[in-house]
């Protein structure tokens, strides 16, 4: 266990919908990141938060967003899904900003669109 | 851009025995991180080892160990006496030290382990 907690496990929806994943990072870990891993893609950095704010943003789509709250959880939200959304997504923490200590991954939450 | 490659989608071995996971990496940049991440069906993304760039001695944890040759841009990892347990997808990932600090992963390499 690696003290990242991700919810849902899994999540089956349709088109066009409009979906929130959540993330718990290991306790006083300051930093969450959130990738997707598709079978077409592969692994791809979607955006970090450190501390409440967005530090780093990498090929996430204007339909994502996210947000780290005061108590450090994360939620990525995702809207207007398509079928091509599906993918397996990762929320990992650090205890810094700079990924300098080691980066924990959650289990990860399955995205079905259908 | 950085990016990783491991050419080898899928590699078998025998349990007791030694394999060796290939991964190449390009970069312009001199100082960095190198990882291999294992993926088992649990799907859980689990840190096996990790190497700086800056270190010339290879990093190594219990069974597992890796031939960083900075000048080829090579970074493979060996798995020793492998077990059944080892099973899963081996990802090789690559972060900078500075900048912009997210982590790029290959395409990963599938390990099948017989008995």
């Known amino acids: 266990d690696s003290g990242v907690t991700q919810t849902p496990k899994h999540l089956i929806t349709a088109t066009g919908q409009r979906v929130t994943l959540r993330c718990s990072p290991r306790s006083g870990d300051l930093s969450v990141y959130w990738y997707q891993q598709s079978l077409d893609q592969g692994l791809q950095f979607l955006i970090q938060y450190y501390n409440g704010e967005e530090r780093a943003k990498g090929n996430i789509l204007e339909r994502f967003s996210a947000q780290q709250f005061p108590d450090l959880h994360s939620e990525l939200n995702l809207s207007s899904l398509e079928l091509g959304d599906s993918a397996l997504y990762f929320c990992a923490s650090s205890a810094d900003g700079d990924m300098n200590t080691e980066a924990f991954f959650g289990q990860g939450t399955r995205l079905t669109v259908v | ?115």
Not at chain 2, 11 to 16: G, W
Not at chain 2, 43 to 61: D, F, G, P, S
Not at chain 2, 86 to 113: E, H, I, N, W
């Open chain 2, 1 to 115: 851009a950085q990016t990783v490659t491991q050419s080898q989608p899928e590699m078998s071995v025998q349990e007791a025995e030694t394999v060796t996971l290939s991964c190449t990496y390009d970069t312009s940049e001199s100082d960095y991180y190198l990882f291999w991440y294992k993926q088992p069906p649990s799907r859980q993304m689990i840190l096996v080892i990790r190497q700086e760039a800056y270190k010339q001695q290879n990093a190594t944890e219990n069974r597992f160990s890796v031939n960083f040759q900075k000048a080829a841009k090579s970074f493979s990892l060996k798995i020793s006496d492998s077990q059944l347990g080892d099973a899963a997808m081996y990802f090789c990932a690559y972060r900078s030290r500075t900048g912009f600090q997210k982590l790029v992963f290959g395409t990963g390499t599938r390990l099948l382990v017989s008995p």
